[in-house]
């Protein structure tokens, strides 16, 4: 398994390499590539094993649930598998109660030839990805991954709180400790901020 964390995030910089996909909107098409969705926003590219599974709609549909969070942080969300873009379609196109994921409003990558799943080391044996997920800045670079295993499904709050954090950082230059939350106090990052910080919240961690 590889560590990509601050590094450059696989085909974010390679305009001309295109996948097949279905659209926020349900359309399929086939140029979709990763620097000219992604340009000027953060990126949460998320994996999942197959469609019409089992934990996987729940992982989605909570992604979904939270979109405009995402959004608000000028977030774009990328969810990735191995099936073609025709049976994402089909699975948005079935109502949640029958099993399907509806119309959720982000893009779907169809990743048949496994290139995607390879370039980011998240491929079980069987060749299915691992619920597997990428926080990237607006640079291309990796800065937050997990990697679960397939029946161990996703904390979608967790991520919000580290595209917080990210952002947090990027703007104060300031660093995030344990347990770090939108709104409460960051740490200067030299042994006086440490100090500072510890005597303030240390029986709170």
Not at 64 to 75: I, K, S
Not at 138 to 151: A, D, P, T
Not at 168 to 195: L, N, R, Y
Request: proline share 3%; glycine share 6%; net charge negative.
């Amino acid at each position: 398994m590889s560590v990509l964390v601050n590094k450059h995030a696989p085909f974010f910089h390679d305009g001309d390499k295109k996948f097949s996909a279905v659209t926020a909107k349900g359309d399929i098409i086939g140029d979709f590539n990763f620097p000219d969705a992604t340009k000027n926003k953060y990126t949460v590219l998320f994996f999942y094993p197959l469609d019409f599974t089992f934990v996987c709609p729940s992982e989605i549909i909570a992604f979904n649930n939270r979109l405009a969070a995402f959004e608000q942080r000028n977030v774009q969300l990328l969810a990735v598998s191995i099936d073609s873009a025709f049976t994402h379609a089909a699975w948005r196109n079935t109502p949640v109660e029958k099993g399907g994921i509806g119309s959720v409003g982000f893009t779907m990558i169809a990743d048949i030839k496994r290139e995607i799943v390879h370039a980011y080391d998240v491929a079980t044996d069987a060749g299915v990805a691992l619920r597997a997920s990428f926080l990237i800045d607006q640079q291309g670079i990796v800065q937050h991954q997990v990697v679960n295993n397939l029946s161990l499904g996703r904390n979608i709050d967790e991520m919000l709180r580290m595209v917080d954090a990210l952002q947090f950082t990027e703007q104060h230059g300031e660093v995030c400790p344990a347990s770090w939350q939108k709104g409460t106090e960051g740490m200067i990052p030299d042994a006086q901020g440490v100090a500072r910080y510890l005597n303030k919240h240390s029986t709170n961690l």
